[in-house]
């Protein structure tokens, strides 16, 4: 076979079938799709040409013309983001039932370019290929370190849904201007409704869901130091913050204070999926609930206040995703979560202790996306070894137990002191297992 394998694809296709002969590209190729929607990605290819083998690429978009490389729709490709590429010595054909299937095929035939170091050649091979999951994201950590600008942010969405990512999502805590609640964002570089608006319509161009993502009841250190909301605080000290790190679940007050913060921030998303967090909330029933968490229980006083906060995201249309590490140490109340609660249930050691019990959530009839990291956080540069064994593993539970998604978490705990080049090699891995981890 030629210097271009298979293997050396960053992210992996499931079948490859070489055939015989090449196709060598012509100084002035031809590239059509019959529809607009393609122009984007067979732009980038076109670039790609131009610059690496000097050729002069023309785009048409209508069939029936002389050509290198043509798209065609098949209907009976029933999952939109799957392809097929056939490359013979004639011509290289994508077929696809839908348009992210086509941008994710044109994104393989740009990698196997990268790939080839020599002639504008590439060899007769037949690639079939569709993703393991169907979400497969990344959740990049903005509010706890230098906040990425949003050229920064729309160049990551493009390299990212270069390796196939289509969901995307910002960790917000005081990283957001608001209209009602101004103080909140003050002095923290904090993004505006068109910044949010701006990286959307970026993602969408990409195939990428932008999903929004908040903190809502536990890591409120930063609102609760403040006086106007230290009032809600659940325990004021705790850890050290004037506020503590969490709302206080039985006070009416912190219930409105979430819906007037999502009433200003999810309406300027068009995903169906909100992630509220809700994640290790230290507090819990330790301070001003701590009378209903005797009478109830902490789990029950947590439910409690999770539900009202789902009653929320139905009132905003949004499907209600959270972080499932508090809900599986009361694994006793699995059963009384709404069946359309996504749970995220994340762990970032190698065998993480959490990984196994994903099956809890699917036995429950509830979806689930497995949750790695990158760990990239808490020191300089990554730890890599223990990273991709974690994405790995984690991908592989998700597989055998009909995960919908794997989302590769990227955190900054106490200042994200890395810049993000060094996060990439675990984006690219857990992209690589999100797809095809089997390879």
Not at 6 to 13: G, H, N
Not at 68 to 95: K, Q
Not at 277 to 282: M, V
């Amino acid at each position: 076979m030629s210097e271009l394998v298979s293997d050396r694809l960053l992210i992996p296709v499931k079948s490859w079938t070489d055939e015989n002969g090449a196709f060598t590209w012509p100084a002035m190729p031809v590239v059509t799709s019959p529809r607009l929607t393609d122009k984007l990605p067979l732009e980038q290819l076109a670039q790609d040409l131009q610059a690496r083998y000097g050729l002069k690429p023309c785009l048409e978009f209508r069939a029936g013309v002389p050509c290198s490389l043509w798209v065609t729709r098949d209907a009976g490709i029933t999952n939109p983001e799957a392809y097929r590429i056939h490359i013979t010595s004639d011509g290289i054909e994508i077929t696809s039932s839908g348009d992210a299937g086509v941008y994710y095929a044109i994104q393989t035939l740009r990698e196997m370019i990268r790939c080839r170091r020599s002639a504008p050649s590439l060899p007769a091979v037949r690639i079939e290929d569709e993703p393991d999951f169907q979400r497969r994201g990344v959740y990049l950590d903005c509010a706890r370190g230098k906040p990425p600008k949003v050229k920064t942010l729309k160049a990551l969405v493009e390299r990212l849904a270069s390796w196939k990512i289509n969901e995307f999502q910002l960790y917000i805590k005081n990283g957001f201007k608001w209209n009602e609640h101004p103080d909140i964002g003050r002095g923290h570089s904090p993004y505006s409704p068109s910044d949010m608006l701006a990286v959307q319509e970026h993602c969408k161009k990409h195939h990428i869901r932008f999903i929004p993502s908040l903190a809502t009841l536990s890591h409120n250190e930063l609102t609760l130091q403040l006086p106007r909301y230290r009032h809600l605080a659940e325990l004021p000290g705790a850890m050290g913050w004037e506020g503590g790190t969490m709302l206080c679940p039985t006070d009416p007050g912190s219930i409105t204070l979430v819906e007037e913060l999502y009433r200003e921030f999810l309406p300027l998303f068009e995903a169906d999926e909100v992630n509220v967090c809700c994640d290790e909330p230290w507090e819990l029933g330790k301070g001003r609930s701590a009378d209903a968490a005797e009478k109830q229980g902490a789990g029950r006083v947590y439910l409690n206040f999770l539900l009202k906060v789902y009653e929320l995201c139905e009132r905003f249309g949004k499907r209600m995703n959270m972080w499932g590490d508090i809900v599986l140490e009361h694994s006793e109340l699995i059963p009384e979560f709404p069946k359309d609660v996504v749970m995220l249930n994340w762990d970032y050691a190698p065998h993480g202790k959490r990984m196994p019990r994903t099956s809890e959530f699917t036995n429950a009839g509830i979806p689930v996306v497995v949750c790695p990291g990158t760990q990239s956080w808490q020191r300089h540069g990554t730890d890599l070894p223990s990273a991709i064994a974690n994405v790995s593993n984690f991908a592989a539970i998700g597989r055998e137990n009909g995960a919908l998604g794997l989302l590769n978490t990227d955190w900054g705990d106490f200042g994200h002191r890395n810049p993000l080049g060094v996060s990439l090699h675990g984006y690219a891995h857990g992209a690589a297992q999100a797809w095809h981890g089997a390879a």
